[in-house]
């Protein structure tokens, strides 16, 4: 039985269309459809471009109260790369192909990574406008680019913005993962990165003595000491039942990724770096961990630097105890959706929101579903789109229908 396209699904195909290829994405294009989207749904929007050529669009669906805090519903626009000769479909022809068992795909670059989540926050504000129905806070819809090259240009920037400030967020739901089983994922902490170079100076000399004192003589108790810890976590890693990629979070990776110095063979280097990509578990306090490899460094003569410090707020605990942290659990459990808390294992454009002291949680209704984020012939399976909608819609509501708790006690009589 053929099933006919429904508008939902010609709409998200037409996003799916932009070619927001990093790393030269059509923004214009992209920008463009969602300002159209805007008109036709009768949003409110604004584009802001903190810096030139990298367009932000936020989409409004005013809340009754627009003085309390607001909801923000985040997605990026652009897409990695493609190997074309892997492809079997056009990554930017979003065909629509009919399975044996009738179901239906549509193929692209995004259709997953993450142009349907951004579809179906498009969708669920039209149907929520559609109905008539009104939250009692602002909830916005986020498109933001930049994310697959690290968000600098992108969240990062943004959330600098006086436009950014303006929206008074509280909450944000944010990029999550398609769950291949029947259980959902949700994010709502994620490890910290810390790039460690360690410096050694030392005495040089010729490459056939024993040259005392020297750079690397200083730096390898270092690698040592960090190469035994990375091993302590992965052995703690294996140990843990579960998959290892949802286990993972609650360890820290340390990888040695740069070794640098030396001029030649038969030259002992006065100089030597070490460079270590350390992704820091929630679970541990990062300000501590940063302390420790400070000492580390001290206590064999090196220096150190950490270019990018995280600040202590990224990795606050999130549970019930936040009210709409509790409403977003309860619509996951009226929309039939099981969500395991998992810690992000990499980075998205979330860790931003949470620096700049919004709580956020990284969210996929999507189940049952092979992940293809990345890879070759990504698509999306049809049903699965359509029914994320209504998940959406609900969630939108019941997050902008918080209601704001009165302080009686301080307010007077
Ligand atoms: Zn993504």
């Known amino acids: 039985?053929?099933?006919?396209?429904?508008?939902?699904?010609?709409?998200?195909?037409?996003?799916?269309?932009?070619?927001?290829?990093?790393?030269?994405?059509?923004?214009?294009?992209?920008?463009?459809?969602?300002?159209?989207?805007?008109?036709?749904?009768?949003?409110?929007?604004?584009?802001?471009?903190?810096?030139?050529?990298?367009?932000?669009?936020?989409?409004?669906?005013?809340?009754?109260?627009?003085?309390?805090?607001?909801?923000?519903?985040?997605?990026?626009?652009?897409?990695?790369?493609?190997?074309?000769?892997?492809?079997?479909?056009?990554?930017?022809?979003?065909e629509r192909v009919q399975m044996e068992d009738g179901s239906y795909r549509i193929y692209a670059r995004g259709s997953q990574d993450m142009k349907v989540t951004g579809s179906m926050y498009l969708e669920a504000m039209r149907r929520i406008k559609e109905s008539g129905r009104q939250p009692l806070r602002n909830v916005y819809a986020l498109f933001v680019p930049d994310e697959e090259i690290g968000g600098a240009e992108g969240m990062r920037a943004l959330v600098e913005t006086q436009e950014f400030k303006d929206l008074n967020a509280c909450f944000d739901i944010d990029e999550g993962a398609i769950s291949s089983t029947e259980k959902s994922f949700y994010f709502a902490s994620e490890r910290v990165s810390c790039h460690a170079t360690f410096t050694a100076h030392g005495n040089t000399g010729h490459g056939s003595g024993f040259v005392q004192g020297t750079a690397i003589g200083k730096l390898l108790p270092i690698i040592n000491e960090l190469m035994e810890y990375r091993q302590s976590q992965l052995d703690e890693l294996t140990a843990m039942s579960g998959a290892p990629m949802l286990n993972?979070?609650?360890?820290?990776?340390?990888?040695?990724?740069?070794?640098?110095?030396?001029?030649?063979?038969?030259?002992?280097?006065?100089?030597?770096?070490?460079?270590?990509?350390?992704?820091?578990?929630?679970?541990?306090?990062?300000?501590?961990?940063?302390?420790?490899?400070?000492?580390?460094?001290?206590?064999?003569?090196?220096?150190?630097?950490?270019?990018?410090?995280?600040?202590?707020?990224?990795?606050?605990?999130?549970?019930?105890?936040?009210?709409?942290?509790?409403?977003?659990?309860?619509?996951?459990?009226?929309?039939?959706?099981?969500?395991?808390?998992?810690?992000?294992?990499?980075?998205?454009?979330?860790?931003?929101?949470?620096?700049?002291?919004?709580?956020?949680?990284?969210?996929?209704?999507?189940?049952?579903?092979?992940?293809?984020?990345?890879n070759h012939d990504e698509y999306v399976v049809e049903s699965e789109f359509l029914e994320g909608i209504p998940f959406y819609v609900e969630l939108m509501l019941s997050l902008g229908n918080v209601e704001e708790i009165v302080d009686y006690k301080s307010s007077p009589l």
Not at 16 to 38: E, G, H, R, S
Not at 279 to 300: G, V, W
């Open 248 to 374: 993972s979070g609650h360890f820290t990776t340390v990888n040695l990724t740069m070794l640098e110095g030396g001029k030649q063979a038969n030259v002992v280097p006065a100089t030597y770096s070490a460079t270590f990509d350390i992704r820091i578990t929630p679970n541990r306090d990062h300000l501590e961990y940063y302390k420790y490899l400070e000492d580390l460094a001290a206590k064999h003569d090196c220096e150190i630097d950490i270019p990018r410090r995280e600040k202590a707020n990224l990795a606050t605990k999130l549970d019930a105890s936040n009210r709409f942290m509790k409403a977003f659990l309860d619509t996951c459990d009226s929309q039939k959706r099981v969500p395991m808390e998992v810690i992000m294992p990499a980075t998205t454009d979330a860790r931003y929101v949470r620096q700049a002291g919004i709580p956020a949680v990284g969210f996929n209704p999507m189940r049952n579903h092979k992940s293809l984020a990345h």
């Open 1 to 94: 039985m053929t099933i006919t396209e429904s508008p939902e699904v010609t709409r998200f195909c037409q996003y799916l269309q932009i070619k927001t290829i990093q790393p030269t994405p059509d923004y214009a294009a992209c920008t463009q459809f969602l300002v159209n989207q805007a008109k036709e749904i009768g949003l409110e929007y604004q584009v802001v471009e903190p810096v030139e050529g990298k367009p932000s669009v936020i989409l409004k669906l005013a809340g009754k109260d627009p003085s309390l805090k607001s909801i923000l519903f985040n997605s990026h626009t652009d897409v990695v790369p493609v190997y074309r000769e892997s492809w079997n479909y056009d990554p930017f022809a979003a």
